[in-house]
């Protein structure tokens, strides 16, 4: 299984960004989906999860109601839609999948990562 994350790069404050993690070697289709992000100098934090289904989705608190999560188990791969962004919000940003079909907050639950994708956001 292999992950590539894509459509990173330099965005002003405020301004808006969509990732796209797509998923090659193995259907999506049963397995719930992670974005992730580290910060130079910080821990991998966890940014939101999407079920296998799309019925369920987990976002951390810094990020709802600006960030948006979703799926095309057809084309084999989940977005990251980003709007308000902040400068807070620069870091490499991961896609990740879990053997399971819900999504989940912990980065040890997922077995497969895309290589990462820089998000800069500049005041």
């Known amino acids: 299984v292999q992950l590539q994350a894509s459509g990173g790069g330099l965005v002003l404050a405020g301004g808006s960004q969509r990732l796209s993690c797509v998923a090659s070697g193995r259907t999506i289709s049963f397995r719930g989906i992670g974005w992730f992000r580290q910060a130079p100098g910080k821990e991998r934090e966890f940014v939101a999860a999407?079920?296998?289904?799309?019925?369920?989705?987990y976002y951390r608190d810094s990020v709802k109601g600006r960030f948006t999560i979703s799926r095309d188990n057809d084309k084999n791969t989940v977005y990251l839609q980003m709007d308000s962004l902040k400068p807070e919000d620069t870091a490499v940003y991961y896609c990740a999948q879990r053997e399971y079909s819900a999504g989940s907050y912990y980065p040890s639950d997922y077995v497969f990562w895309g290589q990462g994708t820089q998000v800069t956001v500049s005041s």
């Open positions: 999407i079920s296998n289904d799309a019925r369920n989705t």
